[in-house]
């Protein structure tokens, strides 16, 4: 059964700084990995899927990477912002689309 | 293009009684997931629907049922509630049933048993 681990649990920075969210998964066999941003009591609010066959995706002021043999995935934050503050969420599914979620990582930036 | 819509998007019910919850997806998508999601446990996966068949289903109770209709549309039943049973559910849709697409969440039902 596929595990994900999310460190840190949580990260507080001051606004401007550059972050770094890590992700581990035991299962190397994954077809996709992806990451989601959930603000208190809402729903997950999808922010990049890498497939299994890149090693990065970006979006905007955010970059995905992937290592599928090391089991390892980073998202990367530029230049931090208050409206950033939520949780963020990695996800790895199985065949059938049932995902397997971190913990997740609790930011907050400081203005 | 609307995105994935729940509703409704509270409800308080008491122990024993039961509850129906409704998602509707993407337009085009035809897989529905639904996960429970609580401050102790985390997200689990409560199980998958693809062109109205159950493909997967999680460690739940049998309480915890669900369907999905022709047009994607999908309801999940708790029976008999228990106070355990108050948590954010999430319902996710998906464009095929294959894992290769990105899943879309809705913003949740928050149940509350007392």
């Known amino acids: 059964k596929q595990e994900v681990t999310q460190i840190p649990a949580a990260l507080s920075v001051p606004e401007g700084e550059n972050l770094v969210l890590n992700c581990s998964f035991t299962?190397?066999?994954?077809?996709?990995l992806q990451w989601f941003r959930q603000d208190p009591g809402k729903g997950l609010t999808s922010l990049l899927l890498i497939q299994s066959s890149q090693r990065e995706q970006t979006s905007g002021r955010l970059n995905a990477s992937l290592d599928k043999s090391s089991g390892r995935s980073t998202l990367y934050i530029a230049a931090s912002q208050p409206g950033d503050s939520a949780t963020y969420l990695c996800a790895v599914p199985n065949t059938g689309n049932q995902f397997y979620f971190g913990t997740g990582t609790s930011l907050t930036v400081i203005p | 293009k609307a995105g994935v819509t729940q509703t409704p998007r509270y409800l308080i019910k008491t122990r024993g009684q039961q509850v129906t919850l409704s998602c509707s997806p993407i337009s085009g998508h035809r897989s529905v997931s639904w996960y429970q999601q609580t401050p102790g446990q985390g997200l689990q996966f409560l199980f998958e629907?693809?062109?109205?068949?159950?493909?997967n289903k999680g460690n739940f109770p049998g309480r915890f049922s669900g369907r999905q209709f022709s047009n994607s549309r999908s309801e999940m039943n708790v029976s008999t509630l228990e106070l355990g049973d108050s948590a954010l559910y999430l319902c996710a849709s998906g464009q095929a049933g294959t894992s290769a697409y990105e899943q879309y969440f809705g913003p949740g039902t928050r149940l509350t048993v007392t």
């Open positions: 629907y693809f062109s109205e068949t159950q493909r």
């Open positions: 299962d190397s066999a994954i077809y996709n």
